[in-house]
């Protein structure tokens, strides 16, 4: 495996340690606040907190105000429907369904990106689709799972428009901007929504849980720069254990029988299946698949 690409995905597995917190900081609000009012919250407070940072590199400018504009207003609705998620659902339950996004990353990197998928992607794309189905089980399946699904379909197009931003432009730009130009868009979910649970409390779990979520995005930012998008998405699985963890150490939270199956079809086979296959031709697969059926 290439350094950059172990760099890239160590860089990676640190960072999914700040996104689990920050799902945990969302679990903590109270009933009586909802999902745009935080989001407001959070967004405002983001941008304040970056705010030094960015001056403090002489308030660097981009050449790419478009994809940024187009990044803020996908993730930002992303965000509020994971949000919304995480306050009808377990954590673990929302991890699980969230963690789909690796293998979307992986599918669109082929798509759109131009970038190669191997056969055992291939493989543990098909199978995670199936550890998906069995999560949502359709004939038990909510408005919130669905929700928490199309989350992770925009954070999965938000980290490959990074794959768009030159290597040459600061990590702070992107988060000033991204925070900045969600701000328009999450005023108008909250006048949808309703202005709600407004406090000094929910000021102060904005503040931490943006320190997570942009400690995630900045070492997300440097992990995608690394190496290709398909060969580093694979430590965002890493995530699902530790919110896992933290959802029974905190919450009393566990997953099912059946949801440890369907979370185990989404992470394993991206885990195992290229290591399985490493240095083996597609000649050689075939034969082995071959000889298996025979037997």
């Known amino acids: 495996m290439k350094r950059a690409v172990i760099i890239g995905i160590g860089i990676l ?3 999914n340690i700040f996104s689990a917190l920050y799902d945990v900081s969302v ?7 909802n999902a745009a009012t935080f ?31 187009f990044r803020a207003h996908v993730g930002t609705s992303g965000a509020l429907l994971l949000i919304m998620g995480l306050m009808s659902l377990p954590l673990a339950t929302v991890s699980s369904l969230f963690y789909s996004a690796p293998l979307m990353i992986m599918l669109m990197g082929c798509l759109f990106l131009k970038e190669k998928m191997s056969g055992a992607q291939s493989v543990a794309g098909l199978l995670g689709f199936v550890g998906i189905l069995i ?18 379909l925009t954070f999965a ?7 768009k931003l030159p290597d040459t432009e600061s990590p702070i730009v992107t988060l000033m901007l991204y925070n900045l130009f969600s701000v328009p868009i999450v ?15 929910v000021l102060g779990l904005a ?64 885990l195992l299946l290229p290591w399985i296959f490493a240095g083996v031709s597609q000649r050689q697969v075939t034969s082995r698949i071959a000889q298996m059926h025979n037997n």
């Open 13 to 15: 597995i640190f960072g």
């Open 27 to 33: 679990k903590w609000l109270s009933d009586d606040v």
């Open 39 to 69: 989001l407001l919250v959070r967004q405002l407070s983001a941008v304040l907190m970056i705010l030094p940072f960015w001056l403090r590199e002489r308030a660097p400018r981009s050449n790419h105000i478009k994809l940024h504009l």
């Open 135 to 152: 999560i949502l089980r359709p004939s038990e399946m909510n408005m919130s799972g669905i929700a928490v699904l199309a989350g992770a």
């Open 157 to 163: 197009i938000n980290q490959l428009a990074l794959k």
């Open 187 to 201: 005023v108008v979910f909250t006048i949808i929504q309703g202005l709600s649970g407004l406090s000094w409390e």
């Open 207 to 270: 503040m931490v849980s943006n320190a997570f979520l942009l400690a995630y995005q900045w070492l997300s930012v440097l992990a995608y720069r690394k190496a290709k998008a398909s060969e580093v998405a694979i430590a965002e699985y890493t995530g699902l254990i530790f919110c896992v963890f933290f959802g029974w150490l905190w919450f009393d939270e566990w997953l099912d029988g059946l949801s440890w199956i369907g979370a185990g079809f989404i992470v394993l086979p991206s």
